[in-house]
Structures are given as structure tokens and as C-alpha cells.
């Protein structure tokens, strides 16, 4: 089906399919994976950076502490149906370099120790990201405008922080591009770095996030990005684990070969979306209105395969697009109908696939 004024309905089965067969590794890719080995490989040789042992001027025992206003340490906003913990993290005693721009710490470091080590390293600023929130709920990583409507929810959590954690990595390539163009190639490292943080807890679910960085995101072979999370974190992924995690990042690719994008181009206040479509008559799910396109619009993934019916509800009343394909019912009622084809095949090359578009869907600002 091509583009229809209302209803605009991509279906690429065939797109899997190719993605499924062996590719020549791109020379850039090689270089990349070359520079993260020897980054990773240096910033090993460092040794822990140990934070002062009392608390911050003003700190309160017992309550989470915050930066202060004066700090340049800023927390990394998440997705937004990210969960709350149930407790604060405990305070970290040390911050482990893995990357220039990447540390990792297990707890939350207080105001001195995020100042201390943003003074050490001559960090302009330091964001700060919350990986335990990622463990505590099933995150989808997705944003608002795009919504996964499968049978099983996905991506899992620990996609979702790998995909964040990867996003961030583009994000600091980009940072330090533009650094050395202000300030030229002999400057010292990134003036941007991020901080992982988590709960002790929490470091199975941390070394499998970041054996998916590097095997999925990066292309390091597995033998390899297992022996660095295990020295890194203190454990390895489990292999059952690791082997249903490239399993759903399969799962996820054949589901966004079946994506449909929906746009209400006709006005109103609100717009959502009933029907076979989004799991039943009763489910409402609400479009984003886009002021670029100047329409409504909600993009959906993990479409089963077959005929689905759906209705519109505009500002309370329930709408049908005509410009789109219509059904009657039984009863006289009008309703949207789109068909959804099958999907693509599996593989490794797929999962692949699917851990850089988890890193594309990830929008965390």
C-alpha cells in the first residue's frame, strides 16, 4: 500500500531479508572499533578516582543527595515512562573511567566527589545517567510518538540502557568534533562526559548493557566484549541471557518491518487511536501532535500480521479517516482497515540492526 492522505502505512518485509544476509564491514566501522579497543584498553591502566570520605556541606543523612545549582554536573534526563526508585542509591565511593567520556560509578557520588572529578578532568559538564531506573522497570526506550504494540513488550530494559548508553557515545564523537574545531586538534579530551550510575545491585544487568554496546553497537567480537565488561564490572552476561537478549533485538527488527505511522491532518484538541490496532476497543492510545508536519501523528511497531481495524477519537467523538480505507460492520459502523504483511527473517546481522535503531529511537536530551 503506498501513502495515503490520512493513513500512511510503511511495511518492508523484504528490508529484514536483506539485513539478514552477510555484509562487508565498512573501513570506517573497522577504524571506529579500533579506537574504542585502544581507549578502552588506556582508561583501564587508570586507577579508580576514590571520593572524599564525608558528605557535602549542607547534606542532610539519609536523603538522596542533588548537585547544587552551582555544580556543572547535570542529571541526563530519561524516557518518559521511566519508573521512580523505590529508595535512593547508595553513595558511591569511587568513579571508574571506561571511556574518555564515560564514567561509571556504583552508587550516587555526593556534591564534592561529582565536583571533584569534573574538576579533575576539566569537565565543562558532566551529565549524569541513572542506569538502576532503567533495572527497576520495564523501560521501552521509545518516545512518545512511537509506540510498540506487539504481543510482548520490548524492547527490555536492558536494551533500552544499552541503546541510551549508545546514543551518548554519538553524541560525545560529536561533542569532541566540534571541541577540536574550536579549540584544534592538540587540545586535550572531551570537555562533555557522562556518568553511569547504579545500585551495587544492579551489576549483572550493567555489564549485560554494555556487552550489548560493544558487540551490538560497536561490532567487537564476543569473546573479547565479554572478557572487558567481566574486568570492568566484576561479572559477565550471563549466556542464556546474552543469547534472549540478541534474540529480541531480532524480535524488535521484525516488528518495525511491520511499522505502520498513523496522521490525523483534520484538527482537534486531542487524538487517539482505538482498535485492533493498539490491543482492542477499549485501548486508547493518544497521538503527538507534530507543528512541523502541522498534523497528528503516532508511529507503531510490532504490528501482528493480518487485517486490523481501528477508529479515530477526536476531541471525545469517534471519527473515521474517509480519505483512508474503510469497513462497515454489521451494524453500519465505518471503520479504518489497514493489512500488515509478514516480517523479516532472523540473524545475527538482524540483531545488529536492531541495537542501532533502538539507538536511533532513543531520544534523550
Not at 64 to 83: C, I, R
Not at 117 to 126: E, F, K, M, P
Not at 131 to 144: D, H, K
Not at 215 to 226: D, K, L, V
Request: with cysteine.
Amino acid at each position: 500500500m503506498g501513502a495515503l492522505h490520512g493513513l500512511r502505512l510503511t511495511c518492508t518485509a523484504g528490508y529484514a531479508d536483506v539485513a539478514a544476509r552477510p555484509a562487508a564491514v565498512s573501513p570506517c566501522r573497522v577504524d571506529r572499533l579500533q579506537t574504542v579497543k585502544a581507549e578502552l584498553a588506556h582508561c583501564r591502566s587508570f586507577p579508580p578516582l576514590l571520593l572524599p570520605s564525608h558528605a557535602s556541606p549542607g547534606h542532610i543523612p539519609g536523603r538522596d543527595p542533588q548537585p547544587s545549582p552551582a555544580s556543572n554536573a547535570v542529571p541526563f534526563p530519561g524516557p518518559a515512562d521511566m519508573p521512580s526508585l523505590p529508595g535512593p542509591l547508595p553513595r558511591a565511593d569511587a568513579i571508574r573511567q571506561l571511556l574518555p567520556w564515560l564514567f561509571l560509578a556504583a552508587g550516587r557520588p555526593d556534591d564534592r566527589g561529582l565536583e571533584a572529578l569534573a574538576t579533575q578532568h576539566a569537565l565543562s559538564t558532566l551529565r549524569t545517567l541513572d542506569l538502576s531506573r532503567f533495572a527497576e522497570g520495564s523501560v521501552s526506550g521509545l518516545p512518545p510518538h512511537v509506540r510498540w504494540v506487539g504481543s510482548d513488550k520490548a524492547p527490555c530494559p536492558t536494551i533500552a540502557a544499552s541503546a541510551a548508553l549508545a546514543r551518548l557515545a554519538v553524541r560525545a564523537e560529536l561533542e569532541r568534533k566540534r571541541g577540536h574545531d574550536a579549540r584544534g586538534p592538540d587540545s586535550a579530551g572531551p570537555t562533555d562526559a557522562v556518568l553511569a550510575m547504579h545500585h551495587p545491585r544492579h551489576a549483572p544487568f550493567v555489564s549485560e548493557a554494555l556487552w550489548l554496546v560493544l558487540q551490538y553497537h560497536w561490532g567487537m567480537p564476543a569473546p573479547e566484549a565479554i572478557e572487558i565488561v567481566s574486568d570492568i564490572c566484576g561479572c559477565a552476561p550471563i549466556p542464556a541471557q546474552a543469547s534472549a537478549t540478541a534474540l529480541e533485538l531480532e524480535r524488535f527488527v521484525r516488528g518495525w518491518s511491520r511499522r505502520v505511522t498513523l496522521a490525523w491532518p483534520y484538527g482537534g484538541a486531542s487524538v487517539e487511536v482505538v482498535g485492533d490496532l493498539v490491543g482492542g476497543w477499549h485501548c486508547r492510545v493518544p497521538l503527538q501532535y507534530n507543528s512541523w508536519r502541522r498534523e497528528w501523528r503516532l508511529q507503531l511497531l510490532g504490528l501482528a500480521p493480518g487485517l486490523h481495524r481501528f477508529k479515530f477519537i477526536v476531541d471525545g467523538r469517534w471519527c473515521a479517516d474517509v480519505h483512508a480505507p474503510l469497513e462497515h460492520d454489521f451494524w453500519g459502523n465505518a471503520n479504518n482497515v489497514l493489512r500488515v504483511g509478514e516480517g523479516g527473517r532472523g540473524g545475527d546481522a538482524v540483531a545488529t540492526l536492531g541495537a542501532a535503531l533502538l539507538s536511533f529511537y532513543c531520544k534523550l536530551r
